[in-house]
């Protein structure tokens, strides 16, 4: 991949000290505990409720963002703020990873979901795709900021990537780079100059606008999360749809994604062809249920069909499949308006020689557990913590923690009218970063955390 001055490792090229540290930097110390036996087993988990967490939510004085006592947090960028490159932090800040850089500096790459029309905050150098075929760039892709990793003071924060529509989520690789993922499919034609609907790459260290090349082997579809299974290679995918799949993606060279590869869709072994619980409840907390995988044979999906292919095949249904996280050996992934409730879903999948299994691993009973849990990441004390995205109501969004055994607890109120995104902890597990949606803005959330 061409970018400015930079270039992603590729897979063979990470030592397994490097894919473990890259593991403890992404919080999956679900398997630590595993490992100690200190874990709750899976069958526990039917037994959701709430727990205190880290006590009481303390109000903000300015209003803005909730936590505990103990706990503070500082904005590191806002919309309009001026950037390096002398454009201004575009609005709609959604999905977010952190990567450790050389020099003791930490990088943070954050998804700007924004349609053709929105403000880009400046010129944008160079993009995938321009308004008109010969305009401007369009507004959607990616900033990055770079901070002191001891004392996260902003060094630098930059567009790495424009041209795109709608980036939601994504997901951090084992390479150092970041998978971004256009929420949004549309064929070229009228304003647009190419297809949408693709993930796109960005390495940690870039230093300015990458060279965007739509991944298009990993399929055109409503993308909205991924991850990395750094034992083989294997890149996971969401789909927010009401009848979306769960995908994966097998490269032909692992750690190379444009060199292409084969994209399957998950269906369970016992032929339930419906994971929502919407009516009934055939999916029980706590089950494991024996998963295998079915050949998606148009990734590319003129017909923005994907779904119906894989249904078609058998593929079980997800209810708007969001946020997904990989730890060791497990992945977690949010299902937003799953369950009986339609408040939300969490899955978890075990990739196993013998045989994946899927179990229901939560599902909320009430909006205070959660209320349509969207992106998420693992704490390094093996907690989840899920951001709130509703808008039924004029309430708050929350910031929850979901212990090991099922337990749910408020981490963090957002004052602010918009949702919640990017939750993703720096290399060294001290700090939360996290994004207001609309107007951008990310935090960096410190605290006496939980061992």
Request: include cysteine.
């Amino acid at each position: 991949m061409d970018t400015a001055g930079s270039k992603a490792l590729t897979f063979s090229q990470i030592s397994e000290t490097d894919r473990r540290a890259f593991l403890r930097a992404t919080g999956s110390a679900f398997a630590a505990l595993l490992a100690s036996s200190c874990i709750v087993r899976p069958a526990m988990a039917a037994t959701a409720g709430l727990t205190e967490g880290y006590g009481p939510i303390v109000p903000d004085p300015a209003g803005m963002l909730d936590l505990p006592a103990g706990f503070s947090y500082r904005v590191l960028s806002r919309l309009g703020d001026v950037m390096s490159d002398g454009g201004k932090v575009p609005d709609h800040g959604d999905g977010m990873g952190c990567f450790a850089l050389p020099g003791s500096k930490v990088a943070l790459v954050r998804n700007h979901e924004l349609m053709p029309n929105a403000d880009s905050g400046g010129e944008i150098a160079r993009g995938y795709d321009r308004q008109d075929g010969t305009g401007p760039v369009l507004p959607g892709g990616t900033t990055t900021i770079v901070l002191d990793a001891a004392t996260l003071e902003v060094e630098s924060q930059f567009r790495s990537l424009g041209g795109t529509i709608r980036n939601c989520a994504g997901g951090t690789t084992p390479w150092g780079s970041w998978l971004t993922c256009e929420e949004f499919v549309a064929k070229a034609g009228g304003r647009l100059g190419q297809d949408h609907g693709y993930v796109f790459e960005v390495p940690a260290n870039a230093t300015g606008p990458v060279n965007p090349v739509p991944l298009k082997a990993m399929g055109r579809f409503n993308h909205e999360a991924a991850c990395v299974d750094p034992a083989t290679g294997t890149v996971y995918l969401t789909e927010d749809r009401e009848d979306g799949l769960f995908y994966r993606f097998i490269p032909k060279v692992p750690g190379q994604l444009a060199e292409g590869g084969r994209l399957q869709a998950l269906a369970l072994e016992n032929g339930m062809a419906d994971s929502r619980n919407w009516n009934g409840a055939p999916i029980q907390m706590g089950e494991w249920h024996a998963a295998k995988w079915v050949d998606i044979d148009m990734p590319d999906s003129p017909e923005d069909d994907l779904r119906k292919q894989g249904a078609a095949k058998g593929a079980t249904l997800f209810a708007r499949g969001e946020g997904l996280h990989m730890g060791e050996g497990e992945l977690y992934f949010c299902c937003t308006s799953g369950g009986a409730k339609q408040l939300g879903q969490i899955f978890r999948l075990k990739p196993e020689a013998a045989g994946d299994r899927l179990q229901l691993f939560f599902e909320s009973a009430s909006t205070e557990q959660f209320n349509f849990g969207d992106n998420l990441t693992v704490a390094p004390n093996g907690h989840l913590v899920v951001c709130e995205d509703q808008y039924t109501k004029v309430v708050d969004n929350h910031l929850r923690g979901i212990t090991p055994a099922g337990e749910v607890y408020a981490l963090g109120r957002l004052r602010m009218q918009t949702e919640l995104a990017g939750a993703c902890f720096s290399p060294d597990g001290k700090t939360l970063f996290v994004n207001a949606f609309s107007p951008t803005t990310t935090f960096a959330i410190t605290g006496p955390w939980m061992a």
